[in-house]
C-alpha cells in the first residue's frame, strides 16, 4: 500500500533527519506521529528503500514504549525481519513492553535458537506466560488472548479493587472490565469499572458482579470469538480453560481485527483463492501465483465434462446449429443464478444468521425464489429463441433456462451444507466450484431436452 | 435464524408463564436472560407464532430499562412493527431510556404522524436532540453516532473531572474515554479513564489531555468510520462538524457492525445480488426475488453477445466441430481468472490495502501473475487438444487459454479502478459482470485465432 501524502511528507522528513543525525528534530516529529501510522511509514521503508538498517534506526530513536506499540502494529514478516535484526539485549525490553498476545505471536514467528535463547534470558514468570501463550493453536481463542486483565479477588471491597484497579492500569490490555476470581482461579464473575466507580466503597465485588459470565473455551474457533464479541457488544471476552479458570481475554479491537480478516478470507475463499498472508499489494508474486492456480487448474478439468457433454450429443447440435448461439447464456444463467445462492448461503452461516438446521425452510424458500427467477429469465429469452431458431428453438430454451436455473440455484444452495456436514468450510462451495458444476449439468440438461423436444417433431 | 436449543427452552419457559399469568415465574426467568438472547426470542415470537400482543406481554414484562435494551437489539423491521403498537405513553420512556443513536434510528422507522405526536410530548432538550440526530443522511457519521459521551470542559481539575465522570456514568454509552471542550463546544483533547484513574488529583485536564485528536467528520462515509476505529484500535470515535464541535461519538461496538454490514454487502454485490434489508433467513420472499432478478437478467442480455460471437465465427465452427468441445473451457477459465482478479483489487480496495494510486505497480504485477496462471493452464490442456483434434486444435486452445487467461485477469483488475474513478462503488466489479464480460471476448479471441490458425493450414 502506498502511504497518503500527509505520510509520506512526514516519512521523509524522519529519513532526512536521521540521515542528518538531527536527534532534536526527530524528538519534534516523533510524538506527533501515531503508532499505527509510524508503524505504516517503517513498513514502506523495508518496502520502497529496502533499508532495514535505517527502519532499525527510526525504531531505535523512539522511547521503549512506543518502540513496542509499532512493532505490535507492524505486519508479521516485517515484524520477524526486524526482531531478527536486534540483538537478544535490544529485543528483551522491547518483547516485556509488548501486550502479552502480542507478545506471543511474534515469538512464534522466530526461529527455534532465537527463542531459547530469549527465553533464558527472561524472568520466570514471564517466561512460563509466554511459553503458555505461544502454545495454543494458530486460529483459536488462546492464540489471540492477552494475559493481561484486571483480575479482582474473590471477596475484595469496592476501595481495595479500585485500588488494585489502579495498581494494574498501565499493563492490563483493557482495565474497563474487571473479572473476579475464586481461590482456586476460576472466574466467580465480572463487572465494569463504570459499575465499580459508582458503588459504595465498603460493598463487596461479590454482591455486585454479574455471576453469570458469557465467557468462551480456550480451543474455541477464534471465528466463534468474533461473533460473541459483537452479538453481545462486549468490551473484552473472557477465555477460561477445561477447569473453567479464567487463563486470558480477548479484547474488542483483536476481535474486530479477526472479523475482518475471517471476511477477507471468505471472500477470497468464495473465488477459489487461497489465505494470503499479506495484503495483496505486498503478497509475494509466487504465492499469489500459487494461491490461484491451484482452483484454476482443477476447474479446467471439471470444465472438460462440459466439452464431453458437448461431444456426446454432436449430432443434435449438427442437426440444429442455432441451439450453439444459446449455449453461453443457458450456462452462464444458471450459473450466476446458483453462485448468487451458494454466496447467500456461505455469508448467512458466517455471520450465525444460518444454521444448518434451517436448511429444510430455505430449500423451500429457495425453490419458489429460484422458480420465479427461471421463468422470468425464460420469458425473457424466448423471444430471441423465435428470432433465431424457430418455436421449437424457443421452446427448448425456455424449458431448459427454467431448469437450469432451478436446478443451479438448488445445487448453489445445498453445497455449503453439505460442506458443512463434511467437517469442511462452506465457504469452500466458492462461486467458481459452482459455476463449473453447474456448467457441466446445463449442458447435459439444455441438450437432453432439445433431443428430446426436436428429435419428436 | 432458528433459536439454538437453550434459547428455545427458554422461550417456552417463557410463553407457559406468559399463559398462566404466573408472574412469579416470569420475575425469576427474565433475569436470566441477556438483552441479545431476549430480543432474539422476542424477534422468534414474531416470526414462528406471529403473535405481537404476546410479544408486547413479553417485553410489558421487563423493566423499563431493559425493555429499551432488547428493542434495540431488534432488527428494524420488527422494532417498528413493536413500536408502532405500543401506545404514545407506553413508547415514550423506552424511548427515553434507549441510546441517542438507536432512538433516532428508530424514529426515523415510524410514519410521520406518529413523529410529530411523541416529538410534541418529549422535553425541549430531548426533541433537539433527537431531530438533529434523526436528520443525518443514512451511511454517513452522523447516522451512526451518539450523542451520549463524557463531555468535559476545558480548565477544570482531575478530581472535578472524576465527579463529573460519575455523574454521567449511568447515561453515557462508554465512560471509558472523556473529551475535554473549549468555550466554543470545540473538541480541544481527549483522555482515557484510566489515565484520569491514575493521575494527581489536582492535576489539570488541560495538561494531561492528547491533543492530537483523532476525530472524523458527520458527514464521511460510515465504511471510513469502521476503517479509522480499527487501524487505531479506539474505543470510541469523536464526530465533529464543519466548525471542529464535538457533535457526537461513534463507539467500537456500532463500529464492529458496520464492519461486518459493509463486508456482507460487499460478499453479495461481488455475486451480483442487491442489498438486503436483512438475513437471508428473514427476508420476505418479493424482496430476495426483486434483489437477485435485475442483474441476472441483464446478465442475459450480456450473454447473447457471446452467442451472436458464436453465430459469426459459424463457418469455423462447421469446418471444425472439435472446437466446440473447447469453449465452456476457454470461456470458464478466463472468467474464473477475471473474477479472481477483480475479487482480490475489490476486497484490497475495501480494507484500505490498495488505493487507486497503486494502480500501474499492480497492473504490472498483475501482468505476470496471469500470464503465468494462462502458460500452466495452457500447458494442462494442450494433451487433451491434441486427443480431441490433433496439434493444430492443440495450438489454438492453448494459445487461446494463455490469451484469455491474461485478457481477463486484466480486465478482473482494472474494472473495479474504473468503477472507483467514476464515482461508483468498485464492489459493482461482481464476478458475474467480469465473467460476462470475459465469455463474451473469450469467444471472440477462440474463434479468432482459430479462423486464423486453421485458414492458414
Redesign the interface.
Known sequence: ??L?ETLLEQKEALLTALAEDQSERLAELLP?L?S?DLAEIVEDILAEEDDLPIALALLDSLPIERRANVLGYLPGEEQTDVAEAMSDETLLPVLEEMGSDERADLFNLLDEDRREGLLRRMARQEREDLKRLASYEEGTAGAIMTSDYVAIPSGMTVSQAMMR??QT??DAET??QLYIIDPDGRLAGTMS??QL??ARPGARVDDLMIK?V?SISVDEEQEEVARV???????ALPVIDAEARLIGIVT??D???V??SE??E???K????GQLED????VP?WS??RK??I???L???G??F???G??YF?DT??AQ?AL??????L???G???G??A????V??MA?????V??WG??LG?EL??AG??GL??AL??AP?GVL?GGEAVAMVVAMSMVTI?LFGSLLGMCLPFLLDRLGWDPATAS??LV??LI?ASG?LIYFSIATAILAGL
Chains 1, 2 share one sequence.
Open positions: 500500500m502506498s497518503n506527533e501515531r499505527a484497579v489502579r492500569a498501565p482495565v474497563y469499572l463504570r466507580m459508582v453469570d458469557i464479541v459483537a452479538r453481545y457488544d462486549l468490551l474488542h479491537d476481535a474486530m481485527d472479523a475482518e471476511a477477507t471468505d471472500i477470497h468464495g473465488m477459489s483463492i495484503g495483496v499489494s505486498r508474486l499469489l501465483y490461484r492456480v482452483w484454476l487448474v476447474l479446467v478439468f470444465n472438460l462440459s466439452g464431453a458437448i461431444a454432436e447440435i449438427a446449429v450453439v448461439f444459446f449455449l453461453p447464456l450456462i452462464g444463467s450459473g450466476n443464478a453462485a448468487q451458494a454466496t447467500l448461503m455469508r448467512g455471520t450465525g444468521d444460518v444454521g438446521k434451517d425452510k430455505l424458500r419458489l425464489v420465479s427467477l422470468t429469465m425473457a429469452v430471441i433465431r436455473v462461486a467458481p459455476t463449473t456448467d449442458v
